[in-house]
């Protein structure tokens, strides 16, 4: 089966820091990765994915991951974060061809930025 | 805002009684996938609808079970509730069966067990 850890559940920044979040998994073969945002009071919203190709990918709002197979990881990372990044971050990750067994979460990252 | 619409969002019932949560996927999707996020938890994948067949399923017990309508719309029924089953149900729809696409999650339903 499946897992995913996510290093940091509480994370606390100023505006204009940089922010980094970890998240490894585990299962050896081809995965599918995402990073999902859950804004206080919101749906889940995609971030970014990588499928396959560039091992660093962007998503919206400036954020971008790098994917290293070696390790197992796939770390989100903005250069300089702003107060409206405060929300609740989610690593996930699926394999393909196993699309019906769903999308396997980190416990996630409590992100708190202070102005 | 996603397309994907969920009721009630809010719930509170008894231990021991039966729910039924409805979700409406984003229009053109045929993929329905519903997931319970306990508090301070990622969600964990409960089960899968795909042309209104289940074709995946989680680590839940059978107490929990689910119906995609031809429209796609689906419903998640969970019976003979227990204290645990306190949580946020979410529901996600994407345009097919494999997951090499983005999901896109309702706002979800919170149920509360008293």
């Known amino acids: 089966a499946q897992s995913v850890s996510q290093h940091n559940h509480h994370v606390i920044l100023s505006e204009a820091a940089s922010l980094e979040l970890g998240c490894n998994y585990s299962?050896?073969?081809?995965?599918?990765l995402f990073w999902y945002v859950q804004y206080p009071g919101q749906h889940l919203q995609l971030l970014l994915k990588?499928?396959?190709?560039?091992?660093l990918v962007k998503g919206i709002k400036g954020f971008e991951a790098e994917f290293i197979k070696s390790k197992f990881s796939f770390n989100l990372r903005k250069p300089s974060v702003q107060w409206s990044d405060t929300a609740e971050y989610f690593c996930a990750v699926n394999a393909p061809g196993g699309g019906a067994d769903g999308l396997t979460f980190g416990k996630g990252t409590h992100l708190i930025i202070q102005p | 805002e996603t397309g994907v619409t969920q009721s009630p969002t809010h719930l509170i019932k008894t231990r021991g009684q039966q729910v039924t949560l409805r979700c409406s996927s984003q229009?053109?999707?045929?993929?329905v996938s519903w997931y319970q996020q306990a508090l301070g938890q990622g969600p964990q994948f409960i089960f899968q609808y795909y042309r209104e067949e289940e074709n995946g399923r989680g680590n839940f017990p059978p107490r929990f079970s689910g119906l995609q309508f031809p429209n796609y719309s689906s419903e998640l029924n969970v019976n003979a509730l227990e204290l645990d089953d306190s949580a946020l149900y979410l529901c996600?729809?994407?345009?097919?069966?494999?997951?090499?696409?983005?999901?896109?999650f309702g706002q979800g339903t919170r149920l509360t067990v008293v």
């Open positions: 229009s053109g999707h045929n993929t």
């Open positions: 996600a729809s994407s345009p097919s069966g494999q997951m090499n696409t983005e999901a896109f």
């Open positions: 990588y499928f396959s190709g560039d091992p």
């Open positions: 299962y050896g073969g081809t995965v599918n």
